[in-house]
């Protein structure tokens, strides 16, 4: 089982950014999925974006493409998510996942990720 710690919530105004980390105890494979979800209240939970270890491959909800980078440190333990030109509409907690099974690309279906972090509140005000 492995731990995964977010950091890096906020509130801030819309227009704003934040950077979300996620922390990964122990041994993260070449050939598994990294992602952030996000659960607004009211809504389902949503993919975000997904970072494929094997060639750091990124995959984006269309909600957020253009505003959002995923990205992954060279020492592999960390997972940042870069959130840009942020609107009341990315108020949520989001989440960090990880699918360490053998992957050859990643999917937005929380299904797909066994391991999750606690989350990290976002909200963004008007």
């Known amino acids: 089982q492995r731990q995964l710690v977010e950091s890096g919530g906020g509130s801030v105004q819309a227009g704003g950014s934040l950077r979300l980390s996620c922390v990964a105890s122990?041994?993260?494979?070449?050939?598994?999925?990294l992602a952030w979800f996000r659960h607004a209240p009211g809504k389902e939970r949503e993919g975000v974006a997904a970072i494929y270890t094997g060639d750091y491959t990124t995959y984006y909800a269309d909600s957020v493409k253009g505003r959002f980078l995923i990205s992954r440190d060279n020492a592999k333990t960390t997972v940042y998510l870069q959130m840009n030109s942020l609107g009341p509409e990315d108020t949520a907690l989001y989440y960090c996942?990880?699918?360490?099974?053998?992957?050859?690309?990643?999917?937005?279906?929380?299904?797909?990720?066994?391991?999750w972090g606690q989350g990290t509140q976002v909200t963004v005000s008007s």
């Open positions: 996942a990880a699918d360490l099974s053998w992957r050859i690309g990643c999917r937005l279906i929380p299904f797909d990720y066994p391991n």
């Open positions: 122990g041994y993260i494979g070449n050939s598994n999925c």
